[in-house]
Nanobody, 119 residues
Framework: QVQLVESGGGLVQTGGTLILSCAAS????????MGWYRQPPGKQRELVAA???????SYATSVKGRSTISRDNAKKMVYLQMNSLKPEDTAVYYC?????????????WGKGTLVTVSS
């Protein structure tokens, strides 16, 4: 079974920087797309950034230019660095991985890590 664990959330001041990490474990054969999503209080979950197995990245308009997603395939990890944080970045951040395990395809989510940006 594939499990994901996020870390790096916390309280940060406006204008600050945060680096989120997500570690995958389990009988993983390959990981295709890795992504970060967030769910602000009272709102729906939304895509923040994604990175393909080939390294192509995409970002939500709201974070483009101040965020970087990266992955370490050997360590089965994905990272999200966010700079110039704003109060509207406050949300629970989730990582999502899609790939193949010994039991078949998977599309798994972590439990989330809370990011709070103080004004």
């Amino acid at each position: 079974q594939v499990q994901l664990v996020e870390s790096g959330g916390g309280l940060v001041q406006t204008g600050g920087t945060l680096i989120l990490s997500c570690a995958a474990s389990g009988s993983i054969i390959s990981i295709n797309e890795m992504g970060w999503y967030r769910q602000p209080p009272g709102k729906q979950r939304e895509l923040v950034a994604a990175i393909t197995s080939g390294g192509s990245t995409s970002y939500a308009t709201s974070v483009k230019g101040r965020s970087t997603i990266s992955r370490d395939n050997a360590k089965k990890m994905v990272y999200l660095q966010m700079n110039s944080l704003k109060p509207e970045d406050t949300a629970v951040y989730y990582c999502n991985l899609r790939g193949w395990s010994v039991t078949g395809g998977f599309n798994n989510w972590g439990k989330g890590t809370l990011v709070t940006v103080s004004s």
